[in-house]
């Protein structure tokens, strides 16, 4: 795994330590998208990570971590649903590898 992921993931960690601090839900999805700009500005740095697959899948994740902060998808669904975007991710279309006819 590249380097520049880790530090991803350890913001990511980091955030997730945070929002313990706080009770309120709107702090968290504050902290949230905080942790999607800072993932955002470290992978903006390197120039061999394809930006636009990495966004979607950071979007995805912060989309479901706001929906599951805020009440409104429970914890196993909004789990679930991480699976499912972490499986499409793997496993769905690349259109940049795609044969051409």
Request: aromatic share 12%; hydrophobic share 55%; net charge positive.
């Amino acid at each position: 795994m590249n380097q520049m992921w880790f530090q991803v993931l350890a913001t990511m960690i980091v955030g997730s330590m945070i929002k313990y601090l706080f009770y309120n839900s709107l702090a968290w999805v504050v902290i949230d998208l905080a942790v999607l700009g800072v993932a955002y500005l470290l992978l903006r740095r390197d120039p061999f990570i394809d930006m636009k697959r990495s966004m979607i899948f950071l979007g995805g994740l912060t989309a479901v971590n706001v929906l599951v902060d805020l009440g409104i998808m429970n914890g196993m669904i909004g789990n679930l649903a991480l699976l499912a975007l972490l499986a499409y991710m793997m496993f769905g279309r690349n259109y940049n590898n795609r044969r051409r006819r």
